[in-house]
């Protein structure tokens, strides 16, 4: 393949063009096409990881409530829990995902996936298993999505919450925090605590009674 080939299919790619649809336009085979990219995708990545940068990314998303409640200030009672996922290309058709589960009415991260590889379709997958409790997902900038978590990290630790202890796995796939979005966290202007089936809840309403006092925050617990 001659160089002046090579930057062609560069550029018919940047147009959103498939492998196919280049390969009929410049008289090639898809397979030929196919491994160019695959390989021009991975030399990119390799480049990007010996220079120390983080891998492009390829997709953010959030499920509809979270984004309702805090990007768009929307009156929501879902519950306080919201899901955040970072996508970030690895080379052609392969991914490295990671969630982040966000208690935005309290707790901050409660949990999260370390970078996860995948393909094209395990990525699809990923995606409808990770959101199918939710109410749909939307797909938000990086810029955001870091707000979501950085965010939600900085108004649990106002409270004395720590992100859960997998987040050192995860925050640099997230990257810090690049510009300013001023979000409100809480429920109603206050923490609103909603007990899950692992926490140690007599310790937590314990920590917000020592950081905001009795009668600023809410909580609700289950029976028995």
Not at 34 to 49: K, N, P
Not at 174 to 201: A, H, M
Request: aromatic share 8%; hydrophobic share 35%; net charge negative.
């Amino acid at each position: 393949m001659q160089p002046e080939q090579e930057q062609e299919i560069l550029n018919l790619r940047d147009r959103q063009l498939t492998p196919k649809q280049i390969a009929r336009k410049l008289g090639l085979k898809a397979s030929e096409v196919s491994t160019f990219l695959i390989s021009q995708a991975e030399q990119t990545a390799l480049a990007s990881a010996e220079k120390g940068e983080l891998l492009p990314v390829a997709q953010c998303l959030v499920d509809v409530n979270f984004a309702n409640a805090l990007l768009r200030n929307e009156t929501t009672e879902a519950g306080g829990l919201g899901l955040v996922m970072v996508t970030r290309s690895k080379g052609y058709n392969r991914f490295v995902a990671t969630t982040y589960l966000i208690d935005y009415w309290c707790l901050g991260v409660k949990d999260t996936i370390p970078p996860r590889n995948c393909n094209d379709s395990q990525y699809k997958n990923l995606v409808e298993h990770s959101y199918s409790p939710f109410l749909g997902y939307e797909e938000i900038s990086l810029e955001q999505a870091q707000a979501l978590v950085w965010g939600a990290i900085a108004y649990a630790k106002t409270l004395g919450f720590e992100p859960h202890r997998d987040f050192e796995q995860s925050k640099t796939h997230l990257g810090e925090l690049t510009s300013e979005i001023g979000l409100k966290f809480g429920r109603n202007g206050q923490p609103c605590y909603v007990e899950g089936p692992y926490d140690n809840t007599k310790k937590i309403i314990n920590t917000l009674k020592n950081s905001v006092g009795d009668g600023n925050f809410d909580y609700l617990c289950g029976m028995g």
